[in-house]
């Protein structure tokens, strides 16, 4: 894989096609990025779970570590955005940001949480397409869901809470930070183009993978799923989100302290950076970061999308 700057190019490195761009082109380095953090991630949150002393740091550190999150959660969230509406734009034949903004757009792909993109999974499983894709984006979404809530289930049986628990709390957490690129990878379902076939017709490709067909029964399986996935994840999602919030409103404006209490515990990272009148800002805010998404699927051209993205 290499990238020469305006498209990227699934080849081998070492192939002579790379080598005639090999001026420009750079190797993939993402993966390993994404890789070393994963790493670090794991390391970390076992050493602050284990009693030593990067755990006492750790509660000394707590609110410093919190307000670093917050911040890092709004780099996130914005990073996704701007990675999103340059994809959108490119998706309809339009060009990238200028130089050097690509460059700086591209390594901010990270924080897209896109595994096909960053491991350009295409490149290197055979057989891999579009309707492998949204799959497996979808089914592992609805699967890690399903986990937890049957584990939850399970507690219950003990004396537990279904909202309740780490596994909640990283569910919740997944689902936030994936919500955008699974529904733009949903979205790409709809987008079509027509070619002529020199015969007085046309055919009819999937934009996104241009070795599937629009007009066939399998692009109508492939539109069902994603207008059921469309409908439990860029749909549904959100609206779970304010009926979770709903039903927990007095306890949330009633909180003294940006967590609020125990009883708030799995559902604090979604209204920990609003005042406590404001927690349905963080619904609103999940409409805006899947702004994209609904350009992707149902607005073509490329100058809308760049208006409504500045």
């Known amino acids: 894989y290499y990238y020469d700057g305006i498209d990227e190019v699934c080849v081998a490195c070492d192939s002579e096609e790379a080598a005639k761009h090999s001026k420009s082109a750079s190797k993939e380095v993402l993966p390993y990025a994404v890789g070393l953090v994963l790493v670090l991630a794991i390391v970390v949150a076992i050493a602050v779970r284990m009693d030593g002393c990067i755990r006492r740091w750790w509660i ?33 034949g339009g060009a990238p940001f200028p130089e050097p903004f690509a460059t700086v757009v591209r390594w901010m792909e990270i924080f897209s949480l896109d595994g096909f993109a960053v491991f350009r999974v295409g490149c290197v499983a055979g057989g891999f397409n579009y309707i492998t894709k949204l799959y497996t984006a979808t089914l592992v979404s609805i699967a890690v869901i399903a986990a937890v809530f049957i584990r939850r289930l399970t507690k219950v049986l003990y004396g537990g809470r279904v909202w309740d628990g780490v596994e909640m709390k990283f569910m919740f957490l997944f689902i936030f930070f994936t919500l955008p690129t699974t529904s733009m990878i949903i979205a790409k379902a709809f987008a079509c183009v027509e070619f002529q076939d020199g015969e007085g017709g046309v055919d009819v490709y999937m934009l996104e993978d241009m070795t599937l067909r629009c007009d066939n029964d399998r692009y109508v399986g492939i539109k069902t799923l994603a207008v059921a996935m469309g409908l439990a994840i860029p749909v549904g999602v959100p609206l779970g989100a304010l009926l979770l919030l709903w039903t927990r409103r007095d306890e949330i404006e009633e909180r003294e302290t940006r967590l609020g209490g125990p009883e708030l515990n799995v559902l604090a990272f979604y209204f920990r950076t609003y005042s406590p009148k404001c927690w349905r800002w963080t619904v609103i805010d999940m409409q805006r970061r899947l702004v994209p998404c609904w350009l992707l699927g149902f607005c073509t051209d490329s100058t809308t999308v760049l208006a409504l993205a500045l």
Do not use: K
């Open 60 to 92: 000394r550190q707590e609110e410093r570590i919190m307000t670093f999150s917050h911040h890092m959660t709004i780099m996130v969230v914005h990073a996704q955005l701007v990675v999103n509406f340059q994809t959108v734009t490119m998706f309809h």
